[in-house]
Structures are given as C-alpha cells and as structure tokens.
C-alpha cells in the first residue's frame, strides 16, 4: 500500500514537473504566437505607454506630442488653464476657453471605447494612391456613411453620389467650384444667412476665382435669382453655427443653387425630424465622431454633373483624401454604427443637453444676457420629442451699453468668439460648449461669479 | 536517510506544485500585464491577421480592402497582371502597367521594418484641431523633416520656414497663390519647361483664378521678366518628371519667381551634389518613403511673407494637413532617419540602379527606341559619384513613322504614359520604374520580347 501511494506520489511529481516544463516552453517559445503578435508589440506597448502618462485627469499625452523630458516621452497637454508637468496645476486667473471648436466633449466616449476603436497601421499599409477600383475614395467607408445616414436617418443617400474632402472645409470650396458657371458674364455670387460661419467667406475669398465671389448676405439677393446666366450659390447651415437653428435657404427659383452644411445635424445637437434630401449637402466627422484631426468629411450629391466637378477638384487639389484619415475614419464609423448608434449619440446628447441645462440655468438669473431659443422638434432617431442641446450658446447683451458682449465676458476671464466674426453685431458673442469637461465647468462657474455680482449690482 | 530523502522529495513536489500554481495564475491573470498590453490588443490582433492573409507574393490585403468573402477578411489587391482570391493566378495577355507612379519599390523595404514602421492610434489620439502651439503642423514632425534634410544633404533649413501640405500636390498651389501678386494688372503667368508634369496645368486651370493663369512654355516668357508689375512664376522640376535631368530655372529677373519641385531630389533616384536653397522648395513622402496615400508633403520657404501666405492658405482650404498623416508620416521619417539614412537610400539606389541597368541593356539591344541619358554626378550622401537612376524612363521612338510611340509600346501589352501628357511629342513615352517588382520585371519580359522581334525583323 505504501509502495502503491509512493507510485502515485511520483506520477504526480512527474506530472507536475512535465506540466512545469511545458509552462516554461509555453513562456520562452510560444508567447507571440498564442497572442498572434509580432510586429505590431512594440507599436502597441509605445502607444499604451504614452496612453498611461498622468496628466491629472486635465489633459492628455500624445504620440506625437512634444518630447521635452529627459525620459523622451511626450509631454502632457493640458485643459486651458492647467498646467504643470501632469497638469495639475490650475491657474485662477486664467481665461477660460469657450472660442474654439475643438470637439473634445467626445474624449471620454473614445476612452470608454478604447479597444474597439484603436487602429494598427502597418508600415507598407497601402502605399499607391489609389484603392483598388483606382479612385481615392474608400468603398469601404462609402459604405459605411451610407450605412450611418440610414441607422440616424438624417440624410437621405439612396441615389446618392458621395465624395470625400478634408473635413467639410475642402469640399465647401469643392461645392462653390462645382456650382459655378463657367464662362458666365459675371462670377456666381456667393451668399449666406446672417449670423454665418466665417470660413465660408475668407475661403471663397481666398481663391480670388474668376466665376465665384462672396457677397454677404443672403436676403439681399431675393430678388436677384432670376436672371438665367448666373447661379446664385447659398451656403445654408442647418442647424446653424453660431445660433443653432434650424435653418433653410432663403432663395428660391432656378438659378438659386444651395450647399447644405449639416456639420451639426446630428443627435448630439439637434432633433432630427427627417432625413435631409437636398441637392448638395456637406457633413463631416469633426462633429459627429469628434475627430476634428483627422480631417474627414463627405458630401452627398443629386447631379451627377455636379458631382463629376467635384471629384475632379478634390483630384487636383490634394490627389483627394489622405488614406489614413480614411482608414481611421473607417473604425471611428463602425464603433459608432454598432448597436445602432445608440451609445455614441445618447452619450453625446447627455452631455450637451446637460451643459445647455445648467448654462441656461445660470444666464436665468440676471436679465443682462440672453440666449437664443430653439424649439423642441419630434426626433426620429430617439422616437420622442426632444430638448434643444446646441453645439454653442449665442448670447446676446441685452443692456443698451454692453455693444461689445465679447469684452464683457472676457471682464469675467471668459474668451467667446465676437458676433461680428459672425457678421452680426459685436452685442451678440459665441460661447462653445463642445469642448472638455473641465473649459465647460470653468465656463459656468465663470459665469456663476458673473451672475453673483450681477445680483449684487442690481436688483433682479 | 530514507526519511531525510522523502522530506526532500515532498519538498521538490511541493515546490514544483507552487510553481505549477503561478505558472496557472500568470496564463489566466497576468498575460496582459506581462506584456503590458491592454486595449491596443485587439486592434494589433486584427492588422496581424490581415497581414497574414496570403496572396501569393503578388499582392496584399488591406484593413481597409473591400470585403467581399463570408469570412469578412477583406480580399488581396493584387498587382497588375496578377488575379484570383490569393493573386496566383497569372494573366498572360494582360497589359503590364508602367503608367502609374505608385512607389510600391519601396513595400519590401516596409516589410522588412515591420516593427519599427507600425503605428497604434488610440482611438482619442488628438482629437481637437490644432497641436500644443494652436498651429496645424506638428513641431516634432517639422523637426524630424529638418534632421532628415541635414543628413541627407538635400536641401538647406536652417532659418527657412517650413509649410506643410497634402503631398506635394497641395502645395503646388498654395505657392503660386502665395507668389502671384494681388491687384496686379494681369494675371501671373505660370510656365514650365517642356516636358513637364501634367498637374501643373490642370490644377493652375481648375482654380480658374484673377491673380494667376497657366501660359505653358517657360522658355517663351525669357524676355517678359522685366514688367515691374507682375511675376511670372516658373515650375522647375528636378530631378524632372518625366525625364529626370536636374533642370535649373529657364527665367531670371527680379520678377522672375520660381517653385522648385524637389519630389524626386532623394539618393534613390538622384546623385545630391549640393544641397538645393532656392526660395520656394517643394518635397513630398511620396516619391521618399513611398507613402503616395498619406499626402504628406512640405514646402521649404525663404520669405516669411511667402510663408504666411503658404499658411493662410492651407489653413482656409483644409484646416491644415491631417494629423493622422502627420503621426504616420512621423513615424516613417524616425525610420528613414535611423542610422543617418542609409538603409532606406541604399534600398532605394540599389533597386533603381538595378532596373536602370536592366532597362537600358534591353532596349540597347535595338535602335528602334531611345533612351534618355543623365550625366553621373558626384552623391554627397554616398560619398562617391553615381550613376543614374531615374524614377521614369522616358522613351523616344526612333523610327521616322512611330510617331505615337506609346501606340507602339501598347501592341507590346505595354501601357505607359503618352509624351503629349508632358506637353511633349507623342513620339516620347513615360515608363514608371517605381512600381512592384512584380510590375518591372514584366515590363522588362514584354520590352525583351518586343526586341526579339525586332532583331528578327531587322538586321541589327
């Protein structure tokens, strides 16, 4: 009996020392092949490194960030108004950012999602120009906004002709160029609704063309649609940046030619009542995914003329689209596609109807600003009515002597962007609200003490 | 004794058990933290897999490649010639393709750097619009781009401002924008010497622009510098495109202004005498790591008022350059740069050299075509003088009736690039040698089949 439990005494060692061995192979030989990696480690293990940084939970580290430490790590970059080697440190006087666009209410959504939305891009990733039907448009990513438009309902492809652009900035020109006329007796008018996004004018500026020229506002040209030589182009943004309405061309008739901007039509910002179905309408990451940087945006087009135009100009002016933007864009679409688009959007109008709440709560409580209104509008991608959540408050000054609400709020520490960049009156100023958590606390708690000394100054 | 060597044996199965015990925790708890990758895990998975997707040595597929069978891989795009699910299957009457300029020499090269060349982007890399100095250029791009151009010995930097662009391409019009001159009584005229790249003109054209106009021939505008009024902006390619000589300006005078076009100024294609310093310098990661699809390209300028309009420009026109590209470019320029350059130039050379020598010995063999002749130079990067190795072949037809010469290549099942392309006679043709290996030695079948017929034709 003894002699039979030392036999099984010994298997069991053998066993356990086979099994050891088999470990300590598994450890020195097998490791990349059971995790199926090879080449790609020592980029994935750099960019989780620079991921792992602290910067205090007020900023961030990038891979291409600047190397300034002696470790030849990038440094952090920081919220506005932190600062220090992990931004830490906050600077109370400091002005808080509420003049840009940058779209980084959006982060924390990435970093909820890192795993599915990271991208490895091999060193011999696609290095010709063009893919393999030998156009520089992605078929895969085609298919893929089409697939988004059809889950948000808010733009209507069936039919459709999509090109790409950097952002809707390029293809913004892309569309005034494809509109014109050629050899017309005078250069198609450009034109917009005031308040308007000044790029549309310092761009159409810009390319001092013989067949198109910026000429303001829109209203003054109502009655200049019928002459039959000349396209009257309208940029039309819907919803609006700066005010966030919902906005519609205000020329008609058959040379009035518009470019529907619907950089902002998406559930973060705006209802979405019916798909969108005009003839030429720009949309673009930047606000949707959050990716200002990558550079990508799409236009979908009725005619095909049209759209011929502006395949040729997105040819020659940049060979089209960086296929890396491309690429990215790809993941960024597929993350936001799944489930339907619920996540990203419910995430997205979270936070901004949540920010418009409480900033309209605070501006309530003295009568010396105003905020525009929007109406609240059946939505059918949430199936139910839904509160307005705008990308950006625009504030009016209502006291007689407050013309410059701009150098008002910047008395307060808070930086907004000048109604007359706008081409509307300096009494009226933009504040952005899809910037990070901490420049939209800043933001209301700059606004807060503002509203304090306005109960003390005056009675309510 | 017994007693003592059962303890010991009680001892090493106990130890052999704990051992067993962390090797079992480690596989199931600590392999991610061994190796220190979490969410990048999935992504790097993915682009290995895509990786290893086999086709045949002819092709390569794609993460973002059309996806088309049930497994939702995406499928190999194969080099010309080359077809079927894995690129096996040879099509013998296929036309080879030595039209494109696609740098695909250069993909074994990339292959070969597997794991240096790789890039993880986290899904909120940089998501807002501008880097840490509120500017669309990435300073430790730009000063990677001023270390490679002190190593290489291509260009001067030192107190030059540098712009960034989609590839060369959109800084081809950013410079004549920034050098044409405003309110002037005329529209700049922009010239190039004959043969020269097509772009030139179709982007200059499609601008349709007040303060510049394509006129062609830079040698017809030699006595119309001396108008005070206007420039006249030349085009100066070299080493040329298609031809490959190192062409100085045609033009001179205080009015006369040059674009220097540097895209082919790299040891791969060009001995570098000196290192060029004109004002307006333009070079692209096309032509150098072979990346056409990133755009990435950057303009070397002397005038800071050049530069800031360069700049005014790229940021109206597309906000600046995708920082996706600028992180890829990024990194294969730290590539390029290791071990002072010379692996990637040595590749490159080589390569070239190789299918110079191959090509001219071919078409040697017969008096039917000629070839164009580049002087050897000394390298100040090799340290030795080199022969040439252009990225283009650019052929003559000889006989009095081959007056489309690209015709004649064309019933050799060659398809290269018709001389009236580069404002030349169609007597020329353009052979690009920058393609697959595949590419090129298929070309080089059909040229050595085209000559066997030929000596059978006529006597040598």
Known sequence: MAKKNMSMFVACFVSS??????????????????????????????????????????????????????????????????????????????????????????????????????VVVAGWHRMGYSYSDHTFISQELERHVRILHSIVGNAVTAGRYIVFGAGSTQLLNAAVNALSTDNSSMPAPIVASIPYYPVYKMQTDIF???????????????????????????????????????????????????IHDHAYYWPHFSPIPTPADEDVMVFTISKLTGHASTRFGWAIIKDKAVYERMIQYMNLNTFGVSRDSQLRALKLLKVVIEGGGREIFEFGYKTMRDRWQKLSETLSKSKRFSLQKIAPQYCSFFHEVRESSPAYAWVKCEREEDRDCNAVLQGANINGREGSMYSAEDRYVRLSLIRSQDDFDLLLQRLNKLMLGEEGAKPL
């Open 17 to 118: 020392l086979v099994l050891n061995l088999f470990f300590i192979i598994n450890l020195y030989v097998g490791e990349d092949s059971k995790l199926g990696l090879s080449w790609s480690k020592k980029a994935a293990a750099d960019a989780e490194a620079v991921a792992a940084i602290s910067c205090s939970g007020h900023g961030r580290a990038y891979l291409d960030g600047l190397v300034l430490n002696e470790k030849g790590f990038p440094v952090c970059e920081c919220n506005s108004c932190y600062g220090g080697p992990d931004c830490s440190e906050f600077s109370p006087a400091c002005a808080v950012n509420a003049d840009g666009g940058d779209p980084y209410f959006l982060e924390p959504f990435w970093r909820q999602h890192a795993a599915s939305s990271a």
């Open 208 to 258: 001092q063309s013989i067949i198109f020229k910026f000429e303001g506002d829109a209203s003054l040209w109502k009655n200049s649609t019928s002459d039959a030589t000349v396209n009257v182009i309208e940029f039309v943004t819907s919803p609006n940046n700066p005010d966030g309405q919902p906005n519609k061309a205000v020329l008609s008739g058959p040379n009035a030619k518009a």
